[in-house]
């Protein structure tokens, strides 16, 4: 099952240029988004690729034989450190391959990268695991 990881930490600053990206107004986390990739692709991830949407940040994985990656979020207009929301990003429980055709389980490919980022952060003293839920946080 999907789980939503909210953390806080000071070390992640919004890097020159991200208020300009299209992204709501405020939103940041391509600092956290680019120390993840490092971290998943140390972990032995397909990291591609870091790119912006409007709700937060997005990390590409080729790990799984479906779309998948990590959706960052942050609480928008912070100052200082800020809480941010990790989270896997699947297109559902089942996905349909036509490679394979048929459907794809994407949960052990979801469970393994849910604790990998829980270890990633975990693991980092600068960052606090504010807690892990079902539901969105905020």
Known sequence: MARFI???????PQLPGEEQVWTNPGTVGQSLARYLQTALIGRGHRAAFVCCEDWGWWVELKDA???CGVCVYSQPDQEGPRNYVLSAGA???????WRRLGWVNTGPWVDR??????????ADPAVEVVGVTVAFPW
């Open 6 to 12: 909210e953390i806080h930490s000071a070390q992640f």
């Open 65 to 67: 034989p479906f779309s």
């Open 113 to 122: 990268l849910q604790t990998d980022l829980l270890a990633i952060v975990q």
């Open 91 to 97: 297109p559902g429980p089942k996905v349909w391959s």
